[in-house]
């Protein structure tokens, strides 16, 4: 009985998306730069342009460029940031791949070490932006969207201290699923993250006390996540509605 599969041949819009994905990712087309016209591409890679426009379609999807329409449109390089990151771990919660159960024991894992770590890379322009933060925390907000923006920028400025970018793309990563399922519970959005929950975190932190920041963002990790497990059972429960 043969112990190997056959070996198939690589599709051709594979191998032409291989090729600029390279080209972009070794700087050979900066963020910005608009790539070869599809019959260029064609004649170069000399491919139809049915496989170098599916190849641009997966570039697309994988967040290398973005397509636009009209007389000065094409394919153009993107600035690669978490977004991309952050949309799979969207995917995968809406797939039932992952659950808020899960996403709980990562931020609490994942978050107060990013506290710790902030608290040993205090300086006055961060010392001023967590003030900040923390002031427009208190105002009134209008909307979910103004309130979830206004909750998470302190994570995002705390996972910036740490110097770490995979800390920052994974904290991304997390309050994006974690804005995803409260959006979905409809929730009263000043009862599902009050102002003032990361006040304790920002004064250690500010304070330069390792420890005490640790602990501070544990305990905000826990009580949110208890608030954040019950939504998912809401947004469970709309998902199944016929």
């Known amino acids: ?3 190997f599969k056959p070996i198939r041949p690589v599709r051709v819009s594979d191998e032409v998306f291989e090729q600029l994905k390279q080209s972009i990712l ?22 139809s342009r049915v496989a170098v426009r599916e190849a641009l379609r997966n570039l697309e999807n994988s ?21 991309h990151l952050a ?16 996403l709980y024991q990562v931020r609490l894992l994942i978050e107060p070490e990013m506290a710790r770590l902030a608290a040993e890379h205090v300086n ?7 003030r900040a933060a923390l002031a427009a925390e208190e105002e009134p907000s209008r909307t979910l969207e103004e309130d979830v923006d206004r909750k998470t920028a302190v994570h995002f400025i705390l996972a910036e201290m740490c110097g770490n970018r995979f800390f920052e793309a994974l904290v991304r990563s997390l309050m994006e699923l974690t804005h995803r399922v409260v959006e979905a519970g409809d929730p009263d959005f000043h009862f599902i993250h009050p ?29 949110f996540g208890k608030i954040l497990m019950e939504r998912e059972k809401n947004f469970r429960r709309k998902k199944a509605q016929p």
């Open 63 to 83: 967040g290398f460029i973005n397509t636009r329409q009209g007389a000065t449109g094409g394919a153009f390089v993107t600035d690669l940031t978490f977004d």
């Open 124 to 130: 006055p322009a961060y010392d001023q932006r967590l």
């Open 87 to 102: 949309r799979s771990f969207l995917d995968l919660f809406l797939a039932e791949k992952i659950s808020i159960p899960e």
């Open 1 to 3: 009985m043969p112990r």
């Open 195 to 223: 102002a003032g929950m990361h006040r304790p975190v920002v004064e250690a932190v500010l304070a330069g006390n390792a420890k005490k920041a640790h602990l501070a963002m544990k305990k905000h990790a826990m009580e």
């Open 26 to 47: 070794l700087g050979q087309f900066k963020a910005g730069e608009r790539l070869p016209a599809e019959r260029d591409l064609a004649e170069e890679f000399q491919v």
